[in-house]
């Protein structure tokens, strides 16, 4: 037969009596003072407003059992009163993970005086466990050890703490710390204890809402099972569901698919919370009842104990799993139903995921929305499935759209300067108004531009029937959201502020294959000192003017502008466009070359391999797939720029048109 974990929600008052045993593989007691002093604060305010069903749920208790059936059977038999098997059957728990809350609550428990405390003992220490049973007068061993020098002076802050307080208010205080502050009691198998200790204390990883769900899941407790045949039917679905949620974990663990529904920021270490969150916010329990009850009384009665259950979760970091809990303890007493329910909403919900991800219109609005932030994907959940997948397609578009609605600039883009002072069309009192925006600003824009090229792409390439999905190109959202990117231009915007006389050099020098012959001349005599006329910015501004270059003051537009990640744009700095160019090839090849200007020559370095992702309308900026009949590739030029604005008018016109932006 399978052992499965046990969990449960414990109440203070559950485990007195209990004897517990902290292993010589854990540190001993560090909390300071001021950590009791806030959980006390914390009980003492929720004891002031908390409803009648409400629990105060602290950290996770893991234990296993430090004795097996046998040894609890033979003890009973030679116990002598009922109080002596009572205590044996309790047993004795090897803590694995706790240790800290489970010693404060014993002191604060010692200070009350509450009959039938627990025990407990830490292997480290000889005699802890006459130590704290005596705490009231061991003041005299509060040095003898670093542990019990811990202990005494939490239990003095405890007593500080207590001292201003009235009979009655402690007295309160007494009764939720027994009945309503709970552990959350987490029973592993005894071979698991040290590799589950590994993971929480070594590696310094919690135990997530999930993994204590997971384990609610596979516990036996939660079903009514009776005959051999229902065990092993249960053994089988339990087994079933371990495979499941492991599958569906595994693909929740690559970026990929992650980062299209979510930001890089999260920090858990599983991934399937998201699901379970989503079900608890969505109170999914109270559907699944008032779908299996359906007659009206039922449904009440449904609503009512769902009422109660939203009264006792609260919003702290383990709610989602005591939402969990609770709903099992309240809906199994009547069917076994609930279990497999909730199951199934959780592959349901994982299974609309798989669908976004494998459309490709799904995936690239979805992925843009949530990586400009303008979307939770709850609410997107909620929306599913009340229309059709076009309708659905249209709503996605429509939240782009209203991403922009605060965007004063946006029906002037093709005019408007960023990261410059703008001097707007309107007027207000006969004065002129002025704006400066950030070509940050941009982003949003040329990431849109990206997306709706692909998805562009990918629809003729389904028109054509020459193509199958789900194979289809893709917007390596995972690569946006883990790097750095950035608005960057494509004409340079700072060339005119290179300083040192080397970097001067090594600039024109760079320069001098994509000019004129007079030009090349003029840079020869800068550069080797001989009778030039012309100092470095004379030269420089005939370069960048070169090629029938963009104008100086539209290098602040919308056309001029590309995103590149950041460790592309910091190397390549501000050189001139084909330099630029020969960088993003290079990058996007696998490799990277730099350069440097010593005695008097250019010195290339080595190639490093290193490679960029370098996103599509990026490359076909540099590549100037947007100009049929290029003039010249030295140069950014006026009519790049004017076909580069084109193609964003046509990839965009479902937006420009709903954000009535000026086209000419």
């Known amino acids: 037969m399978m052992k499965h974990d046990i969990i449960a929600l414990k109440p203070v008052n559950e485990i007195l009596g209990m004897n517990f045993f902290i292993p010589d593989y854990q540190r001993g007691y560090r909390w300071e003072p001021r950590q009791a002093k806030e959980l006390l604060d914390d009980i003492l305010t929720f004891s002031e407003k908390a409803g009648e069903e409400e629990i105060y749920c602290i950290q996770p208790l893991v234990v296993c059992s430090g004795f097996d059936e046998q040894t609890v059977l033979e003890d009973c038999k030679k116990a002598s009163t009922i109080d002596e098997i009572a205590q044996i059957i309790k047993g004795r728990w090897i803590v694995v993970?706790?240790?800290?809350?489970?010693?404060?609550?014993?002191?604060?428990?010692?200070?009350?005086?509450?009959?039938?405390?627990?025990?407990?003992?830490?292997?480290?220490?000889?005699?802890?466990?006459?130590?704290?049973?005596?705490?009231?007068?061991?003041?005299?061993?509060?040095?003898?050890?670093?542990?019990f020098y811990h202990i005494s002076e939490v239990y003095e802050a405890?007593?500080?703490?207590?001292?201003?307080?009235?009979?009655?208010?402690?007295?309160?205080?007494?009764?939720?710390?027994?009945?309503?502050?709970?552990?959350?009691?987490?029973?592993?198998?005894?071979?698991?204890?040290?590799?589950?200790?590994?993971?929480?204390?070594?590696?310094?990883?919690?135990?997530?809402?999930?993994?204590?769900?997971?384990?609610?899941?596979?516990?036996?407790?939660?079903?009514?099972?009776?005959?051999?045949?229902?065990?092993?039917?249960?053994?089988?679905?339990?087994?079933?569901?371990?495979?499941?949620?492991?599958?569906?974990?595994?693909?929740?663990?690559?970026?990929?698919?992650?980062?299209?529904?979510?930001?890089?920021?999260?920090?858990?270490?599983?991934?399937?919370?998201?699901?379970?969150?989503?079900?608890?916010?969505?109170?999914?329990?109270?559907?699944?009842?008032?779908?299996?009850?359906?007659?009206?009384?039922?449904?009440?009665?449904?609503?009512?104990?769902?009422?109660?259950?939203?009264?006792?979760?609260?919003?702290?970091?383990?709610?989602?799993?005591?939402?969990?809990?609770?709903?099992?303890?309240?809906?199994?007493?009547?069917?076994?139903?609930i279990f497999g329910s909730a199951w199934e909403e959780v592959k349901r919900v994982f299974q609309i995921f798989n669908e976004w991800y494998y459309d490709y219109r799904f995936y690239h609005y979805i992925g843009y929305l949530t990586t400009i932030g303008k979307i939770e994907i709850k609410e997107l959940l909620n929306e599913w499935g009340k229309t059709t997948k076009d309708d659905f397609c249209v709503c996605l578009k429509e939240k782009i759209v209203k991403s922009f609605e605060n965007k004063e600039w946006i029906k002037e883009l093709k005019d408007w300067k960023f990261d410059e002072l703008y001097v707007s069309a309107n007027m207000k009192k006969g004065k002129v108004q002025t704006k400066e925006i950030s070509k940050r600003e941009c982003v949003g824009i040329l990431l849109l531009h990206n997306v709706e090229t692909i998805i562009q792409q990918n629809q003729k390439m389904v028109e054509d029937k020459k193509y199958s999905l789900p194979n289809f190109t893709k917007f390596p959202f995972h690569l946006y959201k883990k790097e750095n990117w950035q608005v960057e231009h494509i004409r340079p915007n700072a060339g005119d502020k290179l300083d040192k006389e080397e970097n001067k050099k090594l600039y024109l020098s760079l320069a001098k294959e994509y000019v004129s012959a007079e030009l090349k001349d003029d840079i020869d005599n800068y550069i080797n000192g001989v009778d030039y006329k012309k100092d470095f910015s004379e030269i420089l501004d005939e370069v960048l003017k070169s090629g029938d270059a963009l104008a100086d003051e539209d290098k602040n537009k919308i056309w001029n502008f590309v995103l590149l990640d950041e460790s592309t744009n910091k190397e390549y700095g501000n050189q001139i466009f084909p330099i630029k160019r020969a960088f993003i090839i290079n990058k996007e090849k696998g490799c990277k070359k730099s350069y440097s200007w010593k005695n008097n020559e250019i010195k290339e370095s080595n190639s490093v391999k290193e490679i960029a992702f370098v996103p599509l309308c990026t490359k076909n900026v540099f590549s100037k797939f947007y100009t049929k009949m290029p003039t010249s590739m030295v140069n950014w030029t006026k009519e790049d720029a004017k076909n580069y604005w084109e193609d964003l008018c046509e990839k965009l016109s479902y937006y420009f048109e709903k954000w009535q932006v000026q086209l000419k």
């Open 97 to 147: 993970d706790g240790q800290q809350r489970l010693t404060t609550i014993y002191l604060i428990l010692s200070y009350l005086d509450s009959n039938g405390k627990y025990k407990l003992e830490y292997e480290t220490r000889d005699k802890s466990g006459e130590f704290l049973n005596s705490i009231k007068s061991s003041s005299n061993l509060k040095n003898s050890n670093i542990d």
């Open 158 to 337: 405890v007593k500080e703490w207590f001292r201003d307080k009235e009979k009655k208010e402690i007295e309160t205080f007494e009764e939720v710390l027994l009945n309503k502050v709970c552990f959350i009691w987490y029973e592993v198998q005894k071979e698991e204890e040290i590799s589950v200790f590994t993971r929480l204390n070594i590696g310094k990883i919690p135990l997530t809402d999930a993994e204590l769900i997971k384990a609610l899941f596979l516990n036996r407790t939660n079903f009514n099972v009776g005959d051999d045949i229902s065990n092993r039917m249960l053994e089988k679905e339990q087994l079933k569901i371990a495979s499941e949620w492991d599958n569906i974990e595994k693909t929740l663990q690559n970026d990929e698919f992650w980062l299209f529904l979510n930001n890089a920021n999260y920090d858990k270490p599983t991934r399937i919370d998201l699901i379970l969150n989503i079900i608890a916010q969505n109170d999914c329990f109270r559907v699944f009842a008032e779908t299996k009850w359906k007659k009206e009384r039922a449904k009440k009665s449904a609503e009512e104990k769902n009422q109660t259950l939203k009264d006792r979760i609260g919003n702290d970091e383990h709610s989602t799993f005591r939402y969990f809990n609770e709903a099992f303890n309240m809906y199994k007493k009547e069917e076994n139903w």
